[in-house]
């Protein structure tokens, strides 16, 4: 689906858009805004196409579920393996919940 795969893109590059910086905080805080807002153009021209394509064949509400799903698998993606960072058991265990909440939204469509 080419609307996932575009919000998949937008959300790779707004991930490091809003947390990418967080790898070096010694750099200026201006120099880390500039950059975010340069990487976050980028992540709209993914982003707007993907909305605009998909609203139709999806409804909003499903749109921002679908996106939020993918911002959280980028996500964990990111901080692993950008940040460094571990997974604890009780962020899978809340993904799942949101998981579920994502079948709870497209049960039923109709």
Request: glycine share 6%.
């Amino acid at each position: 689906m080419i609307t996932v795969a575009l919000l998949l893109a937008s959300n790779v590059f707004m991930t490091f858009a809003w947390y990418g910086h967080l790898k070096y905080r010694r750099a200026p805080m201006l120099t880390a805004i500039l950059a975010s807002w340069l990487i976050a153009f980028v992540e709209y021209c993914f982003q707007v196409p993907a909305n605009r394509m998909g609203y139709g064949r999806f409804s909003a509400f499903q749109l921002k579920i679908i996106q939020e799903v993918i911002t959280l698998v980028v996500f964990i993606v990111f901080a692993y393996a950008y940040l460094g960072e571990q997974l604890r058991w009780n962020y899978v265990v809340s993904f799942l919940c949101v998981l579920a909440a994502v079948a709870f939204a497209f049960w039923g469509r109709g």
